[in-house]
């Protein structure tokens, strides 16, 4: 931030380093979601991985699937998937839910859902077009298993892209950018919306939302500071 309240803005590209000015700012840099890490999770991302259960969740009717993750995400994603799939199995490396008291309840008294306690995907399986399973390994005594399986849904959090903004505006405990109810964040004429500053919803509409809201916010921050 300048004297002048504008800020000055450095994005670096492949070989020439742009420097913009402005008046104000909005952060939407969204947020992505945490993975496994592994090769075969990347190959088959979209061929039977997947990471959103309202988005993906109707093309998994009738076959059976593992939820990896034991939070709320994970207790969330598969109770929705319970309408589409046959079988769920929520696979979780601790053996016990971290979610909420209601969201466990919903899982553990689900006849469809099945826990698999301390247990790691170690591979995803596939033909080379779909994911055909899964290789389990068990942390307790390190033996593993392969079971067949129509899909993978990973429900392990998200981590929100807020790196660059760490020594600008304040952060929460999560790395999201707190906001006020005006997207205002802790910095005056700089705003935030979209999943950047919100680990609750992630929607697309209430994204857009936000972003409508900043953007009103932002115009009216304009208007009173710099005529």
């Known amino acids: 931030k300048k004297p002048d309240n504008s800020f000055e803005i ?8 742009t420097i913009i000015q402005t008046k104000t700012i909005i952060i939407a840099t969204g947020s992505k979601y ?3 890490g592994l090769a075969s999770e990347q190959k088959y991302l979209g061929r039977g991985v997947s990471t959103c259960a309202t988005c993906d969740g ?6 059976e699937i593992i939820v990896v993750g034991g939070g709320d995400s994970a207790a ?7 309408k589409f799939a046959k079988k769920i199995y929520v696979v979780h490396r601790r053996d016990t839910l971290r979610a909420s008291k ?6 553990l008294k689900n006849p469809k859902i099945e826990m698999i306690w301390n247990s790691t995907v170690e591979e995803i399986l596939g033909d080379g077009k779909r994911i055909t399973g899964v290789r389990l390994r068990n942390l307790l005594n390190n033996t593993t298993r392969e079971m067949t399986i129509g899909g993978v849904f990973l429900a392990i959090g998200h981590i929100p892209n807020t790196k660059a903004f760490e ?13 006020d109810r005006n997207m205002q964040t802790s910095v005056a004429g700089v705003f935030a919306s979209g999943d950047v500053q919100d680990h609750t919803y992630r929607q697309a509409i209430t994204a857009a939302g936000t972003g409508c809201m900043a953007a009103i916010e932002a115009e009216k921050y304009l208007e009173t500071h710099h005529k």
């Open 167 to 179: 020594n600008f505006v304040k952060l929460d405990e999560k790395g999201y950018i707190i906001t």
């Open 102 to 107: 209601i969201m466990q309840d919903r899982v």
């Open 58 to 63: 109707f093309f998994f009717t009738g076959k």
């Open 34 to 36: 945490r993975m496994l």
């Open 10 to 17: 450095s994005t670096p590209e492949t070989t020439v380093q």
């Open 76 to 82: 969330e994603e598969s109770t929705f998937l319970t």
